[in-house]
């Protein structure tokens, strides 16, 4: 980061959509707790599962007055969502609604997610204040390589970009290749897709003889699965441009609910439409600022599904200083991983982004890897699977042999406990098209 990117981030910030991210802190206070009463009386009169679960806590609506009083009531989590399929949690008849999303269902049956038209524009307006703080302006070329369909990615950059007036293509997810030569012959300026798109992208640039570095690109926007800061570096020097990172989830409202500002230094929540906490995953209890766990976010201007503390699954932390940029909005560390996205190593809790963060300390490999888990005497085993470049692979035994023991060593440092690693072929891993699959399950191995 450079003085001058958040000086560049504190003129464009200038947008009158920006206007948000710079209220007085009193201001935001006032404007939360406003909407949250609101919010909470809608979902109590409409939602039976909040009627319900009320009622249980013994708390009436109208005792929430300030996001200091939700920790009385009980946490939404994605079963509820999924027992309440299609449309239990529906605070608006159908024919209110506008349109319908759905979350990706990485971790089970999709969860169906409507939108009134006044929703519709909230989202727009987020989008628009991401895409604003991370310096796109009206005159950008956004390449949206997000999928469209019910993954709110497409549409949700779509929507944004357009309501910003700048030019879209709207290419969506995956046919790699044509990405390569829209960015090219389109002169994109702004690239909106996958950390592990990018990747894979990046690689098939190189085979295509096309330099990312000589386009037109400026920015890129990486969301939807986390990424490393290792892997920022990686992607920046790949194509020359910087690389900013936005998070957000369809149950809430899809990509829009935080993103970072020039200043590189967590993403901020957009929290005057959606309240974040902390909380132990185990005890429920909120945590103070700064400390790491479980996000909880509750939506503040939602019409068609109100969330109440809804429990993302996604670890972060709330940063405690304030940002150089001047946004009065919270931040949160970028999140490195889902609670539920773990593995064991000897008794030890690993996440993929542990082993990405490993592997980008070695030069030769590219970050394409993949955790196989089986079973092994009736123990649950891990082997990293990591990709070497052809020019590698074509090599000497003893070469790989040294290559596969710094990978060794370098996942033994960061993680603390030794894991096997396998070195594979070329191409072997699967590429992702959208969210990448680190964590597979292979069948049974004989003991
Ligand atoms: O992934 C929305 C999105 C689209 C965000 C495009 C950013 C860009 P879902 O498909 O519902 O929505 O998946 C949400 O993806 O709970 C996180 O686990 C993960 N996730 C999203 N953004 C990030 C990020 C979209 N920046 C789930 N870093 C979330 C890490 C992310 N994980």
Redesign the pocket.
């Known amino acids: 980061m450079t003085d001058a990117s958040v000086a560049v981030g504190s003129t464009v910030s200038q947008h009158p959509a920006a206007a948000d991210d710079f209220l007085p802190v009193q201001k935001l206070r006032e404007r939360q707790d406003e909407r949250l009463r609101a919010t909470v009386r809608l979902a109590c009169e409409r939602v039976d599962l909040y009627r319900q679960r009320f009622a249980v806590a013994g708390v009436r609506s109208d005792q929430i007055q300030t996001p200091e009083d939700l920790v009385r009531i009980p946490f939404v989590t994605k079963d509820d969502l999924r027992a309440a399929y299609p449309q239990g949690m529906f605070a608006v008849p159908l024919d209110q609604v506008a349109r319908l999303h759905?979350?990706?269902?990485?971790t089970g049956r999709q969860?169906l997610?409507p939108y009134t038209a006044a929703d519709l524009a909230v989202w727009t307006a987020a989008m628009i204040r991401c895409l604003v703080m991370f310096g796109v302006r009206p005159s950008d070329v956004i390449q949206n390589a997000?999928g469209y369909g019910l993954?709110?990615?497409g549409l949700?950059?779509h929507d944004g970009a357009a309501a910003l007036r700048a030019t879209v293509i709207p290419v969506s997810g995956g046919n790699t290749e044509r990405q390569i030569v829209v960015a090219r012959d389109f002169g994109s300026t702004v690239l909106?897709c996958?950390p592990s798109f990018f990747l894979h992208l990046a690689d098939r640039a190189d085979e295509m003889g096309i330099d990312l570095r000589g386009l037109r690109l400026r920015i890129g926007?990486?969301?939807?699965?986390?990424?490393s800061e290792g892997l920022r570096g990686r992607i920046e020097q790949a194509a020359a441009i910087e690389a900013f990172?936005?998070?957000?989830?369809?149950?809430i409202v899809?990509?829009?609910?935080?993103a970072e500002c020039p200043a590189h230094s967590g993403?901020h929540v957009l929290e005057d439409l959606f309240y974040p906490e902390i909380i132990d995953p185990a005890s429920g209890q909120r945590l103070p600022d700064g400390q790491v766990g479980e996000l909880v976010l509750t939506t503040l201007c939602k019409e068609a599904m109100p969330m109440l503390r809804y429990r993302?699954?996604?670890v972060t932390a709330i940063c405690t200083e304030p940002c150089p940029c001047g946004r009065t909005l919270r931040r949160i560390r970028?999140?490195?991983?889902?609670s539920d996205?773990l593995f064991i190593v000897r008794g030890v809790n690993v996440y993929p982004s542990q082993i990405e963060a490993a592997l980008l300390e070695v030069k030769e490999t590219l970050p394409h890897y993949q955790i196989v888990l089986s079973q092994r005497d009736g123990q649950e085993h891990a082997e990293v699977q990591i990709e070497v470049g052809p020019e590698m692979f074509s090599d000497r035994i003893s070469v790989l042999q040294s290559l596969q023991d710094r990978l060794t060593r370098a996942i033994r440092q960061g993680i603390g406990v030794h894991v096997d690693v396998r070195l594979v072929e070329p191409r072997s891993i699967a590429r992702s098209e959208g969210?990448a699959q680190r964590i597979v399950t292979a069948g049974t191995h004989a003991p």
Do not use: M, N, Q
Request: hydrophobic letters at 35%.
């Open positions: 759905a979350s990706s269902g990485t969860v997610v997000y993954f709110t990615g949700g950059f909106c996958t926007v990486f969301g939807a699965e986390p990424w990172d936005i998070y957000g989830l369809a149950e899809g990509p829009g609910v935080a993403l993302t699954g996604d970028r999140v490195s991983h889902r996205d969210k």
